[in-house]
């Protein structure tokens, strides 16, 4: 039997985690055991062990006698996850220290999603503001919040795989993000706090919208 060496179920997980928020592998697409397996040159026993763990996060689902799906997620899911990100970003905000080092890498999300805009490459886009809000997460200095933080950020980006509009999803929102920045780098950490928490309820209602029209 041929066994896999320790810890390669969580690298293979992470870089099936990245295939999936990057939309190289779409929800509601149906994983084969067999391929999959050796398009990641792992046994089926670490995959099994895989599926495990990225079901645990919500980015698979098992059918039983069907097999294991990418994970849709329901507008209830949604709505959850913002309910979150406002209880862990707004207040990240509002207590963080201005020179903290988090702080550089909100703004480098910030450069990276403008240049980005100008070169029209929407996908990149998206993964910066991610950058950008993991960074606010950061300022917490709370590495179990940072790991919460990522897999809910993932259940969130396979809602964003099914949308028809990326631009119109993400556009909006790189300068928001460099008003915040500023703002925060300036020391009004209130006004950063309050800017988040409006941008976080327009961002659930665009997002919800785009997801109804779906149906």
Do not use: C
């Not at 929407?122 to 950058?131: F, I, K, P, Q, T």
Request: glycine share 6%.
């Amino acid at each position: 039997m041929t066994t896999d060496p320790p810890g390669l179920a969580e690298e293979t997980a992470s870089r099936l985690r990245n295939d999936i928020i990057g939309g190289s592998l779409p929800p509601g697409q149906r994983l084969s055991e067999t391929r999959l397996a050796a398009d990641l040159g792992v046994s089926r026993n670490t995959l099994r062990e895989v599926f495990r763990l990225l079901t645990r996060e919500g980015l698979l689902r098992h059918e039983p006698n069907r097999g294991v799906f990418v994970a849709v997620p329901s507008m209830a899911t949604i709505v959850d996850i913002y309910r979150v990100r406002r209880l862990i970003e707004v207040p990240a905000l509002a207590h963080a220290w201005p020179r903290h080092e988090a702080v550089a890498l909100m703004r480098v999300a910030v450069e990276k999603a403008r240049a980005a805009r100008e070169a029209q490459d929407w996908r990149s886009v998206g993964s910066a503001n991610m950058e950008f809000h993991a960074a606010i997460v950061a300022l917490t200095d709370s590495a179990r919040l940072q790991v919460f933080f990522a897999q809910i950020i993932a259940e969130l980006r396979l809602a964003f795989g099914l949308l028809d509009s990326p631009e119109r999803l993400h556009e909006p929102y790189i300068d928001r993000n460099g008003q915040i920045l500023d703002l925060l780098a300036g020391g009004d950490q209130a006004r950063a706090a309050a800017l988040m928490a409006g941008y976080l309820d327009e961002s659930e209602r665009v997002v919800l919208a785009a997801f109804a029209r779906l149906g």
